[in-house]
T-cell receptor, first 113, second 116 residues
Framework: AQSVTQLDSHVSVSEGTPVLLRCNYSSSYSPSLFWYVQHPNKGLQLLLKYTSAATLVKGINGFEAEFKKSETSFHLTKPSAHMSDAAEYFCVVTLDNFNKFYFGSGTKLNVKP | GAGVSQSPSNKVTEKGKDVELRCDPISGHTALYWYRQSLGQGLEFLIYFQGNSAPDKSGLPSDRFSAERTGGSVSTLTIQRTQQEDSAVYLC??????????????FGDGTRLSIL
């Protein structure tokens, strides 16, 4: 069975400090992993994806994530938070060619001035 | 190129009425998905199309919900006899489809449905 767990429903950081949004997955197969961001009243925008090449994946807006198979994790990080990063973030896992996407429950990021 | 387009962006209707929500996927994408996002909730999977076929309808909450896709392109999600609990944002996504591994979904901005 496949599933995704986002360990924190809410994260609050100060502007300029690091961001860590945690995601663990379970999969019987080699997964593809994605992070999406959703700003208020908008659809989901792809931040980055892991496709079994490099384990450290760089995305847009300074975000990156590291795939750790031994820990079944795919945590999202950013060295320095910006006010515009305040949004909800979703971790997603899928299996190659199966076209089924499994979404985490989301983490709301608050950035304090 | 154009992204996923959903219409209407907002819909307000009275309880008991039928509504149709439209999704126009990215050209060439054979896979299309519908999700529901209720206030403060995550994404709830509704249905998945590969071409015009729906191999997975497991998420449709009741027989009041139906969806179709024609010409392998535009999809319509229909909710009959709407109830207040149907109020939510309905999101559509498309992806290249079977045979294209590691390809993400691309989302529209959603239809915000409010049932009075």
């Amino acid at each position: 069975a496949q599933s995704v767990t986002q360990l924190d429903s809410h994260v609050s950081v100060s502007e300029g400090t690091p961001v860590l949004l945690r995601c663990n997955y379970s999969s019987s197969y080699s997964p593809s992993l994605f992070w999406y961001v959703q700003h208020p009243n908008k659809g989901l925008q792809l931040l980055l994806k892991y496709t079994s090449a490099a384990t450290l994946v760089k995305g847009i807006n300074g975000f990156e994530a590291e795939f750790k198979k031994s820990e079944t994790s795919f945590h999202l990080t950013k060295p320095s938070a910006h006010m515009s990063d305040a949004a909800e973030y979703f971790c997603v896992v899928t299996l190659d060619n199966f076209n089924k996407f499994y979404f985490g429950s989301g983490t709301k990021l608050n950035v304090k001035p | 190129g154009a992204g996923v387009s959903q219409s209407p962006s907002n819909k307000v209707t009275e309880k008991g009425k039928d509504v149709e929500l439209r999704c126009d996927p990215i050209s060439g994408h054979t896979a299309l998905y519908w999700y529901r996002q209720s206030l403060g909730q995550g994404l709830e999977f509704l249905i998945y199309f590969q071409g015009n076929s729906a191999p997975d309808k497991s998420g449709l909450p009741s027989d009041r919900f139906s969806a179709e896709r024609t010409g392998g392109s535009v999809s319509t999600l229909t909710i009959q006899r709407t109830q207040q609990e149907d109020s939510a944002v309905y999101l559509c996504a498309s992806s290249p489809g079977a045979g294209y591994s590691n390809q993400p979904q691309h989302f529209g901005d959603g239809t915000r449905l409010s049932i009075l």
